[in-house]
């Protein structure tokens, strides 16, 4: 990476939302060269300080020292109000794509229209290193083509039109940069799904050179999401000050990224937490100050579950089903609720993961035996017969990546301990 990029990315991070006053001190140095262009004054002794004095500022100074060993993540900014539980953000999965053509930037604009306040996209690279909006490593299933996109120009993949209404271009990350920084979008924030296609350092280095081309503070906007722990390490190297996420489904895997501050969000799919192991990791990530997020939450039910449960954001493909739910928990606990009349936290403080007020309803989960009909039997039944098949699958697939690559711990100490 080029020395200006290097020093562009200092400069992110000497923004972030955890930067202590104590860090914008001169240096030794700098203290002296001053004191020599200044003309000599008598300096006026200072009276003693008292023993309260003393102790104030030594806490003051211990508070510092823990401000600057707190990970540089967003999810330290986490609120928490007596106790009380809050309500998961709207995240739209690939912006609206029950209504528009996924990863586009009318997708988002849909999602934010219809209730969302962040989004969730994925990132590829092209063949001439562009770096595209895109779940799949091909085109086939949202352009027609079988072709790969890292085998394509962007001069070719700009021509290229959506098979979905209203057949809309495949966007870059820059335009999805240029959307946010439109007026009124200025508290808007996005997940940036990290894909394995691509070359771990080449993609993110390419990422870190777009994000950081484009005016504005984008470390308190963009959460870098990482499925293995080597993608983690380039985003700390290209990207410092950028708050990281472990995206995945399996548990072993996060309880071991659990020991490293560098990552500051959980977002697992939803399944792997139904049960006392999952609620326990919830538990246990909260007490150290990260967040939760859940993919991908469609199912009223299961909205219902992730507000009970506590989770910071919720990221589905149906932004305003998810409106209308946070809607009816905010009316069930309006009472005792600050802010204005629908609960809500004003748009001007809409952060990262900032949520709004209210205690969870206490709704059973599943339902007791008194709300159950023969047709909530059956919904229930097959929820839960899609959670047991999801833990097993996650069992498997934990097997297999140790007979491949080793225990998590393994894995992740080759990647993220410094030498």
């Not at 300096?43 to 020292?65: C, F, H, R, V």
């Amino acid at each position: 990476m080029s020395s200006s990029l290097v020093s562009r990315a200092e400069g992110a991070s000497s923004v972030s939302p955890l930067s202590s006053p104590s860090s914008a001190s001169p240096s030794p140095s700098a203290k002296s060269r001053g004191s020599a262009t200044t003309p000599s004054t008598p300096i006026t002794p200072m009276a003693p300080l008292s023993p309260e004095l003393l102790s104030l500022d030594k806490t003051k100074q211990q508070q510092q020292q823990q401000q600057q060993q707190t990970p540089t993540s967003l999810a330290s900014r986490i609120p928490t109000v007596d106790g009380k539980k809050r309500l998961p953000q709207n995240i739209a999965h690939r912006g609206f794509r029950a209504k528009f053509p996924e990863n586009s930037v009318e997708a988002f604009r849909g999602a934010l229209a219809s209730g969302a306040v962040a989004l969730e996209t994925d990132v590829h690279l092209s063949k001439d290193k562009v770096v595209v909006l895109s779940h799949d490593p091909t085109l086939k299933r949202c352009f027609g083509r079988p072709d790969k996109i890292a085998d394509c120009d962007w001069s070719l993949l700009e021509t290229l039109r959506t098979t979905k209404d209203p057949h809309v271009p495949m966007a870059r990350l820059t335009d999805l940069l240029s959307f946010l920084s439109e007026p009124g979008r200025e508290h808007v924030w996005v997940l940036l799904d990290i894909k394995r296609d691509d070359d771990a350092e080449e993609l993110v280095t390419r990422m870190a050179e777009t994000i950081l081309a484009t005016p504005g503070d984008w470390s308190r906007r963009i959460v870098l999401g990482c499925w293995q722990a080597n993608y983690m390490r380039h985003a700390q190297d290209k990207l410092p000050g950028f708050p990281i996420a472990y995206i995945g489904f399996s548990l072993a895997y996060a309880y071991e990224l659990l020991k490293y501050d560098c990552v500051g969000y959980f977002n697992l799919l939803q399944g792997i937490l139904v049960g006392p192991r999952g609620r326990r990791f919830i538990r246990e990530a909260h007490a150290k100050g990260r967040g939760i997020l859940v993919w991908t939450v469609n199912s009223e039910e299961w909205m219902d579950w992730s507000i009970h449960n506590g989770v910071e954001g919720v990221i589905t493909d149906d932004p305003p089903k998810f409106a209308d739910v946070r809607k009816r928990w905010e009316r069930d606990e309006k009472d005792g609720e600050d802010g204005d009349e629908d609960g809500a936290v004003p748009a001007s403080e809409l952060t990262p993961l900032r949520r709004t007020a209210g205690k969870a309803p206490p709704t059973a989960h599943p339902p007791n035996t008194k709300t159950l009909s023969g047709f909530f039997l059956r919904r229930w039944a097959k929820l839960y017969a899609i959670v047991g098949l999801l833990r097993m699958l996650e069992q498997v697939f934990t097997n297999v990546m140790r007979v491949r690559n080793g225990w998590e711990s393994k894995v992740v100490r080759a990647a993220l301990d410094r030498p």
